[in-house]
């Protein structure tokens, strides 16, 4: 018998366990898959190491910073800031065309470049930031409403909306045209009020960091063991049928899978029970440069594209792809301690808007011949806002919905999850919680911030 079994080892899972070991809960820890990590995680191929998911982390706050989600979790999970070894970007932008805001993890930058390019939003944008002051990341009373409609209350020039609006649904909005205004106050947050980072090993470093301190503190890790079925008793959870026939007891059981694919375990629901999964995923492009990328003109740590005034955010309506907007990064344009030097090759990372359905009813030929296309397309649509590095790529790799779908479970590959959010973890049983994307915190230290929340709320009071 477990206190808790948690499913998943994503960044939600491994921080809830470290978090619940640290107070001598017996935790088991069941991923589905041969690696940990979910999304963000990495894999290597022709030599060569990838991250997969990770472009930065959100929320980044200098050493010493004593409020804010990263001060929070290195507390709560008994972490020095030196442990995850983060390197602040060198700069960012949105761009559309004929205008481009730059934005570095110093609001007050931000702030310049909204006075040269927008002068006459300049009152309308203190306004915007005095009004995200008090927002409290876990108060659902507050969380829905449209960002867009407070945008249009608050911002006067439609453009500057959008540009706004691009950033911060291409990296936590599951929702399709709008954001929910919750969601809108926490994105706003983690990128311009605190910022971008990455360590300089990428994403592995801070699995590594959570995985050794999860199983020194005695927390069990079952890889290859994915859940089949959550048996239920009344209005409580018992316990899990994994893959292979093997039951496993708990006292209460979190879950990192996503509340649709959670509900599809439960042995109590029906399938017409379920809710209405996300329809937002990508195809992201992975390009390996024979140069620095600040060599070929390409300096910038992420872009946010856009190829009109109007910011397309939605399951594409034809074809594979909608390659109208997009972010580029690269690892390379961080402010890396010296004695480390650069990254051993450039690399670009470019991710556009795909669609599911129809990347999943490809055979496998057409399938490969769709994503060397689909690069082509995409790196074309790219090069419109950044120099064009086509000539120095030596080599390439592209993951599309049906990878994501593999290794989150999320239904069409939803990066984000489905669109309504439950903020308190709650669901249908009593004993049963959700973390991680669903619960409603998005990036890799929103993730983590997830994880012990939703630990302290619900695994701990009673303990």
Not at 145 to 155: H, V
Not at 243 to 253: S, V, Y
Request: hydrophobic share 40%.
């Amino acid at each position: 018998m477990y206190d808790t079994i948690i499913i998943g080892a994503g960044m939600s899972g491994l921080a809830a366990g470290i978090r619940l070991a640290h107070y001598d809960q017996k935790v088991c820890i069941l991923e589905k898959h041969w690696t940990i990590g979910g999304l963000n995680s990495f894999y290597r191929q022709g030599g060569r190491n990838f991250d997969v998911g990770l472009h930065a982390v959100t929320n980044f706050t200098p050493a010493g910073t004593r409020k804010g989600p990263l001060a929070r979790l290195l507390r709560q999970l008994r972490f020095k800031w030196d442990d995850f070894e983060l390197s602040p970007q060198i700069g960012s932008a949105i761009a559309f065309p004929g205008v481009r805001l730059g934005f570095t993890n110093e609001i007050d930058f931000l702030r310049s470049e909204i006075a040269r390019t927008f002068p006459s939003e300049v009152d309308n944008f203190e306004k915007l930031l005095n009004a995200l002051t008090d927002y409290d990341d876990l108060n659902q009373d507050n969380f829905g409403g449209s960002a867009r409609e407070f945008l249009n209350e608050t911002i006067s020039d439609p453009l500057l909306i959008e540009m706004i609006l691009c950033p911060l649904m291409w990296y936590g909005n599951a929702r399709e045209d709008d954001m929910d205004f919750g969601q809108f106050c926490i994105m706003f947050r983690s990128i311009f009020l605190e910022g971008f980072a990455r360590p300089f090993k990428g994403v592995r470093l801070i699995l590594k960091h959570l995985v050794r301190r999860f199983r020194s503190l005695g927390g069990e890790l079952k890889l290859r063991s994915g859940v089949q079925t959550i048996r239920t008793d009344g209005d409580r959870a018992v316990g899990v049928v994994l893959d292979n026939g093997e039951e496993l007891q708990a006292k209460r059981i979190l879950s990192s899978a996503g509340i649709i694919e959670t509900q599809r375990l439960c042995e109590d629901l029906s399938a017409e029970t379920v809710d209405r999964a996300g329809q937002l995923t990508f195809i992201e492009s992975i390009s390996i440069l024979d140069k620095q990328p600040k060599e070929v003109g390409f300096g910038e740590t992420i872009v946010f594209y856009n190829d009109s005034e109007q910011f397309h955010w939605r399951r594409p309506e034809q074809g594979l792809c909608d390659t109208r907007t997009g972010v580029i990064c690269s690892p390379n344009n961080y402010l890396y301690p010296s004695e480390l030097g650069n990254l051993d090759e450039g690399v670009i990372r470019l991710t556009t808007i795909a669609d599911f359905d129809s990347w999943k009813n490809l055979d496998e030929q057409e399938y490969l011949r769709q994503k060397m296309w689909w690069y082509d397309r995409s790196v074309a649509s790219a090069v419109r806002f950044i120099p064009d590095f086509r000539r120095n790529v030596v080599g390439t790799d592209v993951f599309t919905p049906k990878t994501i779908r593999r290794f989150t479970s999320h239904d069409n590959g939803a990066v984000y999850g489905a669109p309504e959010k439950n903020l308190d973890g709650s669901t249908h049983l009593k004993n049963l919680f959700l973390c991680g994307t669903d619960q409603g915190f998005v990036g890799i230290i929103g993730a983590i911030v997830s994880g012990i929340s939703m630990a302290n709320m619900h695994c701990l009071r009673d303990h």
